[in-house]
């Protein structure tokens, strides 16, 4: 237990360095790239993007996720898997370069056919490393995939703005695209000791089966329902509607991944590992529910008061009508990770079936403001959003109950007993006009102080926690 807890620490402390790196330089370039860029041509490429994302699952189609699970991997497992991988990738390549016009027809704009043939090589070489990423994330050897994720999205954004400063428009974003795919694999490779053998078994894919194959509709309906908020957006209004819509989410979602996506990567082979020691499994789970929960609540605040700053000082005037999509969409951060939790709650204990049959509901709960787009408008879409990502919180706390046997008492305390104080800064926030910078500045040091004591004053399990490590970690700093 000791070895597997240092192992997931020191997984740990590379994935959220790897992040805030990795993140850190890919905002950077974002900030570079959005002055450069119309948002009109950030819709291009989102469009395009739409089907190569859907399409990624199939070169995968669940088999990553069931070798980390399982726990008698030999060579010729992996090496069955990676033939397949790679022969998927080939074929989505082919398909997707006869099939582009069609797409621009689909969109009645021609140039996303070029831009779709050239994003399919992705396919190819994203095929490449399935195996090799699957194994270091079994071994939680997070130090090469972070060190590969940093270097790999610094350079193909850097490459990415020097086309654009060249006047390469739209097609800058497709050769950052491109390069972060190649170098990826690259440094995979040059990182792994794995290799492939020259053979395959039918026997060994087949074994891997009854859990990859639900793994894999559920992420291809998950990866479908996420991208039609991109397809409908592009289809019924316009690329620059795309664009602002685009910009928001993908603010949205660095804030994600800074509060907590390290914690739910490295804590589903963790989970896995503890999957026949219930006790143990519910105590590290809380635990962990509670500190994402925190985190989240907190820099949700802070994102909800500053947004309209943070968009027009990083990305200019002509970004303006992103902030109210932004302070909308921000709200879904505080629940979006204890979600991915709760899903890997699921997967850690082999349920891939039961979360496929829950993940069709949580689909079409999500399909739902989709229609509220079409007959209001983007705004009232975002705020549809928000909504249904809430319910999809009770109903996944429910059924983690039901079927991981998780206690819901306490793991709805767990969840919630930190967001009193977002309520009250939204409230207060859209009462009162802050209209200087000042006021939202003094508005947010207000919040977050606000957001400590009341977490030290209910005893919240995550705060805790947090001022537990921190405090062990300025101790031996000292002692240095």
């Known amino acids: 237990m000791t070895s597997l807890k240092n192992r997931s620490a020191t997984a740990f402390a590379w994935n959220i360095a790897g992040t805030i790196l990795k993140q850190g330089s890919g905002f950077l370039i974002s900030i570079f790239l959005a002055r450069l860029l119309e948002p009109a041509e950030f819709g291009l490429v989102g469009m395009a993007m739409v089907f190569i994302t859907v399409s990624q699952v199939f070169i995968d189609v669940g088999f ?9 991997n030999t060579n010729l497992t992996y090496s069955s898997i990676f033939y397949l991988n790679f022969a998927a990738g080939l074929v989505l390549t082919a398909i997707f370069y006869f099939s582009a016009p069609f797409i621009g027809d689909f969109y009645d704009n021609p140039e996303i056919a070029s831009l779709i043939r050239w994003l399919s090589l992705i396919f190819v070489f994203n095929s490449l490393n399935l195996v090799q990423t699957a194994i270091f994330t079994k071994e939680l050897n997070f130090k090469v995939l972070t060190l590969r994720n940093v270097i790999a999205s610094a350079s193909g954004g850097i490459l990415g703005v020097i086309c654009a400063f060249q006047g390469y428009g739209v097609y800058s974003l497709v050769v950052q695209q491109i ?31 009854g859990f990859s194959a639900f793994v894999f509709f559920d992420q291809f309906i998950s990866t479908i329902f996420k991208q039609l908020d991109i397809l409908f957006i592009g289809k019924v209004f316009s690329a620059s509607v795309l664009g602002f819509y685009s910009r928001a989410s993908s603010l949205k979602d660095q804030v994600i991944v800074y509060t907590s996506q390290s914690l739910v990567k490295v804590f589903y082979p963790v989970l896995s590992n503890l999957q026949d020691q219930h006790k143990e499994y519910s105590r590290v789970y809380f635990k962990v529910v509670s500190v994402v929960a925190f985190v989240s609540y907190g820099l949700t605040g802070l994102l909800y008061i500053m947004g309209s700053d943070i968009i027009i000082l990083l990305f200019g005037e002509k970004w303006i009508p992103s902030i109210a999509i932004f302070q909308v969409l921000v709200l879904a951060v505080c629940v979006f990770p204890i979600n991915g939790m709760m899903v890997n709650a699921f997967m850690s204990k082999g349920k891939s079936k039961e979360n496929f049959y829950l993940g069709i509901f949580r689909k079409l709960v999500t399909s739902i403001p989709l229609f509220i787009a079409y007959y209001k408008g983007i705004y009232e879409f975002t705020i549809a959003l928000v909504i249904a990502d809430f319910f999809l919180t009770f109903v996944n706390i429910y059924f983690t109950y039901k079927v991981v046997k998780i206690d819901y008492r306490t793991l709805l305390r767990k969840v919630f007993e930190g967001i009193l104080p977002l309520i009250f800064v939204v409230f207060l926030y859209n009462y009162f006009n802050f209209e200087s910078i000042y006021y939202r500045l003094l508005f947010a040091l207000l919040f977050s102080l606000t957001h400590i004591f009341y977490g030290y004053i209910v005893k919240i399990e995550g705060f805790l926690f947090l001022v537990e490590n921190v405090s062990k970690y300025i101790r031996n700093l000292k002692k240095r």
């Open 64 to 72: 990553a996720s069931a070798l980390i699970q399982n726990k008698d």
């Open 179 to 209: 390069s972060m795919a190649v170098l990826s694999t690259i440094l995979l490779w040059y990182s792994s000791s794995w290799k492939p053998d020259l053979r395959f078994s039918f026997f060994e894919v087949k074994r891997l089966t």
